[in-house]
């Protein structure tokens, strides 16, 4: 089976600028769950899409939404972007079913914000 | 919310010796425990999990153990290699049962000498 993919890889933006980054999951995982990971704070969980609908959400403002498609395929977004965004943006998809817990990550995209 | 801590912060040890990386939890109802490893510009890579139903698992030269009552979990490294070289992380799932949100140690940056 292929892996997780995101795309783009690596993104630079200006600050107040808004940003997409696409997740796709292994095939069968209908659970898609978004991290950052910065040196300072490490890997913080963002939020979780399990069939189309946010079944969890992190501790982060408002500007960070995302969304899933029918294809379990999902997207996150950083509206405003500020320069505290800069980070390593994750996903992880799984089974998302109870007893499977197992997630598998992506390689992730690299954001800077200028 | 889960809050999980990781120790130490970093860990060198010399080619062939073992290496122990603990990690506490904070919520009584959690019962899975993955560990990642993530290699420099690499994604995190699920190398072991435990659930609470178990007290230790092996896998080759890689252990988990956990100790539900005192709410620990530990990673056991035998027979380290320089490819064992990376940051290690554990996590739990926050709410206890809320598997696609995992709450991250800060992670243990292992350097194993040739």
């Known amino acids: 089976k292929a892996g997780v993919t995101q795309t783009p890889r690596y993104l630079i933006k200006t600050r107040g600028q808004q940003v997409t980054l696409s997740c796709s999951p292994i095939s069968g995982h209908r659970s898609v769950s978004w991290y950052q990971q910065t040196p300072g704070q490490g890997l913080q969980f963002l939020f979780e899409y399990f069939s189309e609908t946010q079944r969890n959400k992190g501790n982060f403002p408002g500007r960070f939404s995302g969304r899933q498609f029918s294809n379990s395929r999902s997207e996150m977004n950083v509206s405003t972007l500020e320069l505290g965004d800069s980070a390593l943006y994750l996903c992880?998809?799984?089974?998302?079913?109870?007893?499977?817990?197992?997630?598998?990550f992506g390689p992730g995209t690299r954001l800077t914000v200028t | 919310g889960e809050n999980v801590e990781q120790h130490p912060s970093t860990l060198s040890v010399q080619e062939g010796d073992s290496a122990v990386i603990k990690c506490t939890y904070s919520d009584s109802a959690s019962n899975y425990f993955p560990w990642y490893k993530q290699e420099l510009g690499k994604r995190p890579q699920l190398i072991i999990d435990?659930?609470?139903?178990?007290g230790e698992k092996k896998d080759q030269r890689i252990a988990v153990t956990l100790n539900k009552t005192a709410k620990h979990f530990s990673l056991h490294i035998t027979e380290t290699q320089p490819e064992d070289s990376a940051v290690y992380f554990c996590a739990a799932p926050a709410g206890g049962t809320s598997y696609g949100k995992l709450t991250f140690g800060q992670g243990t940056i292992l350097t194993v000498h040739p």
């Open positions: 435990i659930r609470s139903n178990v």
């Open positions: 992880a998809s799984s089974l998302g079913v109870r007893e499977t817990y197992e997630q598998y």
